[in-house]
């Protein structure tokens, strides 16, 4: 999660443990990305395979669990 100098935020979720489709990210490559997006504050929220990001009711990444999509008890909600 990053904020841009003009405030908006960006929430970023990268995929890992996954030869084939993503290695993962370490701490000082997601500081990189959230830099090169424009964030001038970061904070790295979670990592592992609970990580999953979702647009109305679609995962858009790949979770990295062999059984995917995993329940978890927390999350951060965007609403309109």
Do not use: C, H
């Amino acid at each position: 999660m990053g904020i841009k100098e003009n405030g908006n935020i960006l929430l970023v979720t990268a995929d890992g443990r996954s030869p084939e489709e993503s290695i993962g990210l370490s701490f000082y490559e997601s500081a990189q990305v959230l830099q090169s997006l424009g964030a001038v504050e970061g904070m790295n929220l979670d990592g592992g395979g609970s990580t999953s990001m979702t647009v109305g009711e679609e995962i858009v990444n790949q979770p990295s669990d062999p059984a995917g999509e995993r329940p978890v008890s927390d999350g951060i909600f965007l609403l309109k």
